[in-house]
C-alpha cells in the first residue's frame, strides 16, 4: 500500500509513550452548547480565542501528541498571526481533523443514527493534507435502548467507518475510527458490554474487508460503563476490567493504540479509568486518550470568555493534560490530582 511506512509512523507518534490526543473538534453546534451553558457568545471570533488559549498553554506538548480540529478551526490564525496547524505543529504537535459530517436519524430505524459525509470525502482529504492536516477522525454513533441497537444500525456504521478509514490512508492520513456506544440510557455495565463487544467484532470485520492497514489507524472507543441513569453505577475497577476484556476479544494486536473518547464521564473519573486499565499490565496496544471534555471542561469554565483568565484557565488545561500523562503509566494519584 502507498504511504504504508508514513501511516504507521503517524500512528505510532499518536500514541507515544506518555502522550495523548486532545479532541478539540467541537462542531459549530456543539461547541455553541457547550459556550451556551455558560453564557458564552457562540462567534467565529470566541471560538478562535478560545482554541488558541488551549493550544498556546505552555507545556502541553510533553503530555499531547496530536489535535483533532474541526473545519472552522484548521482555516483559523491563531490570535498571534499563524495558522492553527502550523501552530501545533511548531511545537511537535500534530495537527489532525474531523472528517464525518454529523449524525442523522437512521432510516427506517427510530432512535438510531448514521454518521454523513462519504460523498466528496477524497476531495476533502486531499485539501485538509495540503492544509497539513497528518490524521483524521470519523465518529459514529450506537445508541443502547429497546430492541436497539439494530442490526441495521451497526453494519451501516461499520460499513461507514470502513470506507471512511480506506478513503483516509489513501490519502496518507491516519484514520482514528470512533465507534462510540453512547452512554445515555440506564442500561447495565453488562449491557454495554455486550453491545460494544458486537459492535467492535462488526467494525473489524468491515475493516478488514475493504482493506484498511490495521497497523496505520487507531481506534477511539467508549469504555465498557454503566449507563448515565443505570441505578447500579460500575465502580472504576470493574468498568477497567471489562473494557479491557473485551478490547481483548475484539481488537486485532496489531492496532498500535487505542484512544478513549471520554463521552460524558468527569473530568476526574474519565482519568481513573484510563489509570486503572494502564495499571493492570501490559495490553498488546497502547491504551491511551482522545479527550473531548475531559480535557477542556475545567479550563472551559475557568476562561468563560474572558481573557482575564486564560492563565488560570491554560493551569486548569495543563493539569488534566498532566494527570491523563500519568494514566498513560498507571501512575495517576488522588495526591498528583490535589496539586492544582
Ligand atoms: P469526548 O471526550 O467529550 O467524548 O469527545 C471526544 C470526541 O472526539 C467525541 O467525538
Redesign the pocket.
Known sequence: MQHEQELMATASALVAPRKGIL?A?ESTGTIGKRFAKLNIASTTEMHRAYRDMLFTTSGVEDFISGV?LYDETIRQESLGGTLFPKLLAEKGIIPGI?VDLGTVELALHPGEKTTQGLDGLRERLAEYETMGARFT?W?AVITIGSDIPSAACIAANAHGLAQYAALAQESGLVPIV?P?VLMDGDHTMEQCEAVTTHVLRVVFKELIRQGVLLEGMLL?PSMVISGKTCARQAGVQDVAEATVRTLSRTVPAVIPGIVF????QSSEV?TAHLNAMNKMGSHPWQLSY???????EPALTIWHGDEGNIAAAQAAFYHRCKCNSAARTGSYTAELEQQF
Not at 482522545?290 to 477542556?296: C, D, E, F, P, V
Open positions: 479532541a473538534d483533532i474531523k477522525k465518529r470512533e462510540e477511539k473518547l471520554s463521552g460524558g474519565a482522545s479527550y473531548g471534555r475531559a480535557l477542556q
